[in-house]
């Protein structure tokens, strides 16, 4: 199998939360800044997201246009840019995100040319969609995403030799549950957030089976200013 090396590179707090109201609190603001700082130090190519992330940050989860009675087109891979100097992943199994332009931009980040991964369970109308509006996509999977072979695709495609998983917490275990995860990348904020409402670095879908716990190897533990630590840790495989 040839697939990118993948880093999964999150922003928490001391309990683990990714999202919440932690994240604009004064305890955050360094470790937002080291986020970005971080995740440079690995120079990917592309970052992924699962659809609610994409939909939370990105489009403020405004529905697609699908227009009725087109032509549909082969449900083959579609590359509209090759050798993008960034991509934005998107997982996105029905296909349900209503992007209104093939590029986004992203903090300090280089323009980022969007790729779809959808499953078959996306309608003929979504992927003419995605063609009007020149954003490529690979299909994996029939109804869940297949992180195997979306990473393989993402390689060959596109040439991504360096992919960052960036949550939610679904897509994140995704990827670990099949043994892609290289490493775990976590800057961690001196706050804790008890909301019972928003996601852990990583969660099972209910719907799937539950698999054994995953261990890891610390790798190097490095501390911030202002009391944000950056830990990373190896996959124990």
Same mark, same amino acid.
């Given at each position: 199998m040839q697939r990118p090396k993948i880093i999964c590179h999150m922003l928490t707090s001391i309990n683990g939360k990714i999202s919440g109201g932690y994240m604009s609190s004064k305890y955050a603001t360094s470790g937002s800044m080291a986020y970005e700082i971080t995740n440079n130090t690995y120079q990917s190519q592309a970052w992924l997201c699962g659809r609610v992330t994409i939909e939370k940050n990105f489009t403020d989860f405004h529905k697609p246009v699908l227009k009725k009675n087109t032509t549909p087109y082969p449900r083959t891979d579609y590359v509209a840019q090759e050798n993008a100097e960034m991509y934005i992943v998107s997982a996105d199994p029905s296909g349900k995100v209503g992007w209104t332009t093939n590029t986004i931009q992203y903090e300090n980040r280089p323009e980022a040319h969007i790729i779809e991964i959808v499953t078959d369970?996306?309608?003929?109308?979504?992927?003419?969609?995605? =063609?009007?509006?020149?954003?490529?996509?690979? +299909?994996? %999977?029939?109804?869940?995403?297949?992180?195997?072979?979306?990473?393989?695709?993402?390689?060959?495609? +596109? /040439?991504? #030799?360096?992919?960052?998983?960036?949550?939610? /917490?679904?897509?994140?275990?995704?990827?670990?549950?099949? %043994?892609?995860?290289?490493?775990?990348?976590?800057?961690? *904020?001196?706050?804790?957030? %008890? =909301?019972?409402?928003?996601? *852990?670095? +990583?969660? =099972?879908?209910? *719907?799937?089976?539950?698999?054994?716990?995953?261990? +890891?190897?610390? #790798?190097?533990?490095?501390?911030?200013?202002?009391? *944000?630590?950056?830990? =990373?840790y190896w996959v124990d495989k």
């Open positions: 369970k996306a309608s003929d109308e979504y992927i003419a969609y995605l =063609r009007e509006h020149q954003i490529s996509y690979v +299909f994996a %999977g029939s109804e869940q995403i297949d992180c195997t072979l979306a990473s393989e695709k993402l390689l060959a495609l +596109f /040439g991504i #030799k360096t992919l960052m998983v960036s949550g939610g /917490g679904y897509i994140n275990w995704s990827f670990l549950q099949e %043994g892609l995860i290289d490493e775990v990348s976590i800057v961690m *904020t001196p706050v804790a957030d %008890g =909301r019972t409402d928003t996601n *852990t670095i +990583f969660e =099972r879908v209910e *719907t799937l089976p539950e698999l054994a716990p995953v261990g +890891f190897k610390l #790798k190097s533990v490095e501390i911030i200013e202002e009391d *944000t630590l950056w830990l =990373r």
